[in-house]
T-cell receptor, first 115, second 113 residues
Framework: DSGVTQTPKHLITATGQRVTLRCSPR?????VYWYQQSLDQGLQFLIQ???????AKGNILERFSAQQFPDLHSELNLSSLELGDSALYFC??????????????FGAGSRLTVL | GDSVTQMEGPVTLSEEAFLTINCTYT??????LFWYVQYPGEGLQLLLKATKADDKGSNKGFEATYRKETTSFHLEKGSVQVSDSAVYFC????????????FGSGTRLSIRP
């Protein structure tokens, strides 16, 4: 157990729907990252939050949004889902907002299947 | 832009064979370099890291040396075990102010008994 908790583990939904993925970071970690892992695209950085504020943005679609709450948990919202959104979504956390020693601790992932 | 390129898999070896997984990067400045491993059904976990040129990261018999002149961070292990079967990701963090870690596409390693 890495200490990073992601729910749900599996989710099956239909095109056009909206889902929310949740992440609780490791105790003491202030920064949360979201990554998308698909077979053809590898591991793509989506977005990072640090202590409630957006810190860095990657290849996140406009249909996707995220936020980090005061208790430091984070949610990734995916809307108007398309077949191509089917992937594993990983959350990771770290103590610091960045820096050379920054090491990410990953959750086990949420597998999203869009039918 | 910054990127990480690693050898494509899958790589299949027999137990006790020597392993090399190549990784090269493009980056401005002096990035930190990482190898993460993903075992079946799990999230990624840090295997080793190096934060400056000529540093050698090591863990669980795996090693990688930060080579600035060749912009490489190849992963090596002298004698692999079946339990090393996993997907290995090379990654870099651009510089001391950066927070976005960029991952390579991953290399799937399978070890035959």
């Amino acid at each position: 157990d890495s200490g990073v908790t992601q729910t749900p583990k599996h989710l099956i939904t239909a095109t056009g729907q909206r889902v929310t993925l949740r992440c609780s970071p490791r105790s003491g970690d202030l920064s949360v990252y979201w990554y998308q892992q698909s077979l053809d695209q590898g591991l793509q950085f989506l977005i990072q939050y640090y202590n409630g504020e957006e810190r860095a943005k990657g290849n996140i679609l406009e249909r996707f949004s995220a936020q980090q709450f005061p208790d430091l948990h984070s949610e990734l919202n995916l809307s108007s889902l398309e077949l191509g959104d089917s992937a594993l979504y990983f959350c990771a956390s770290s103590v610091a907002p960045g820096g050379r020693a920054n090491v990410l601790t990953f959750g086990a992932g949420s597998r999203l299947t869009v039918l | 832009g910054d990127s990480v390129t690693q050898m494509e898999g899958p790589v299949t070896l027999s137990e006790e064979a020597f392993l090399t997984i190549n990784c090269t990067y493009t980056a401005t400045g002096y990035p930190s370099l990482f190898w993460y491993v993903q075992y079946p059904g799990e999230g990624l976990q840090l295997l080793l890291k190096a934060t400056k040129a000529d540093d050698k990261g090591s863990n669980k018999g795996f090693e990688a040396t930060y080579r600035k002149e060749t912009t490489s961070f190849h992963l090596e292990k002298g004698s692999v075990q079946v339990s090393d079967s996993a997907v290995y990701f090379c990654a870099h963090l651009q510089d001391s102010s950066a927070s976005k870690i960029i991952f390579g596409s991953g290399t799937r390693l399978s070890i035959r008994p």
